[in-house]
Every structure is written in C-alpha cells, then in structure tokens.
C-alpha cells in the first residue's frame, strides 16, 4: 500500500508549484542573467535563497526568473523616480 501524503506537506508542495508557475523560473539562465547575480540572492554552500517577496524559496546559482535585479538597476531606477517631481494639477 503506499504511503499517505501529510495533508500539510501536500498544502506546502503546492504553494511552492504555484509561486514557481507565477515567478516564471526557470532552471537556467537567460541571457546570461542567473540568480546568483540578482540583488535577492542570497547564497550559503551549494544552495542559495531568493528574497524577492513574491518568491521567497531555496534556488539554484544558475536558475532564473523575471524579478532577475541587480544593484546597479536598483540604483538607476531610484534615481530616476527621484527626478520625477510631479506638478498639482499639472497633466503630461
């Protein structure tokens, strides 16, 4: 007879299908771009951790997702927002 599935890690397993399935990874890098170059990477040994609040699971070095963000990106579009001054009233 096979074993019964804990109803709890069952819940788990699918949760973290479906944040794959929404997050876009992949097990390889695109276009150079890999994990562990992304700002929400963390790495300890062998394995690392993705940060990024809509993901926040155990990743490989080499995989990707569409959240992929660097530091320098980061930088570049805080600057940007921050000349943005918007005008009251004022449309375009």
């Not at 890999?34 to 990743?59: Q, S």
Request: hydrophobic residues 35%.
């Amino acid at each position: 007879m096979a074993e019964e599935i804990d109803p709890e890690r069952e819940r788990e397993g699918m949760m973290l299908m479906h944040r794959m399935e929404d997050a876009i990874l992949q097990a390889q890098p695109n276009d150079g771009e890999r994990c562990k170059e992304c700002k929400w990477f963390l790495a300890t040994g062998d394995i690392g951790y993705c940060w990024h609040a809509k993901l926040r699971m155990l990743v490989a070095y080499d995989w990707w997702c569409q959240w992929f963000e660097t530091e320098e990106e980061s930088e570049e579009l805080t600057k940007y927002q921050e000349t943005a001054q918007p005008e009251p009233g004022r449309v375009g």
